[in-house]
């Protein structure tokens, strides 16, 4: 069975950084693509970014592009998005999925909750 | 960005109806496009996938038809465990935009 853990979430003041990691069982990281997507309160789905455990395929939401980083440790089968100079706007749940191909996010985690507020 | 417009964005129906909800492209993405069900506070599952095949394991009351820039997702008989939000999603260009969704509810 197929299971991700996302964890990291929290309250962070405007411009600081904070880490996510979405730790991976009965899937392998390193062969498949890992994609971050994320729902601010009472809104839609919103991509963020995906990764290719490759590490060959990265591509990012202009909306986060420049201060949030996707990678991964294959070793751990766990990835992270690392977010810098974080925003009002960019208070959401943030899901993990995994899938296969890039064509579809077949496996999610159950979110974890990013509130940037002073 | 391609963007997906999917209407309408509510819809209240009584059980055993047949719920249809449309999702259109701005530009021709052939059939790479996908349906998600988001029950409330739970992560979104993905039922369909390139436009009309159904996941292993979702009812086959669920199906998707179309290409090209308009597509159609149908419930055909609504059951209550269906309460949910259902999203368009489109993978022919990265990013690979949702649509705004639409909120099922019974009536």
């Known amino acids: 069975e197929v299971q991700l853990v996302e964890t990291g979430g929290g309250l962070i003041q405007p411009g600081g950084s904070l880490r996510l990691s979405c730790a991976a069982s009965g899937f392998t990281v390193s062969s498949n693509y890992m994609t971050w997507v994320r729902q601010a309160p009472g809104k839609g789905l919103e991509w963020v970014s995906v990764i290719h455990g490759g590490g060959g395929y990265i591509y990012y939401a202009d909306s986060v592009k420049g201060r949030f980083t996707i990678s991964r440790d294959n070793s751990r089968n766990t990835f992270f998005l690392q977010m810098n100079s974080l925003r009002a706007e960019d208070t959401a749940i943030y899901y993990c999925a995994a899938s296969y191909s890039y064509s579809s996010l077949d496996y999610w985690g159950q979110g974890t909750l990013v509130t940037v507020s002073s | 960005d391609i963007q997906m417009t999917q209407s309408p964005s509510s819809l209240s129906a009584s059980v055993g109806d047949r719920v249809t909800i449309t999702c259109q492209a701005s530009?021709?993405?052939?059939?790479?496009l996908n349906w998600y069900q988001q029950k409330p506070g739970k992560a979104p599952k993905l039922l369909i996938y390139e436009a009309s095949n159904l996941q292993t394991g979702v009812p086959s009351r669920f199906s998707g038809s179309g290409s090209g820039t308009d597509f159609t997702f149908t419930i055909s008989s609504l059951q209550p465990e269906d309460i949910a939000t259902y999203y368009c999603q489109q993978y022919d260009n990265l990013p690979y935009i949702f649509g705004q969704g639409t909120k099922l509810e019974i009536k």
């Open positions: 530009q021709d993405i052939s059939n790479f």
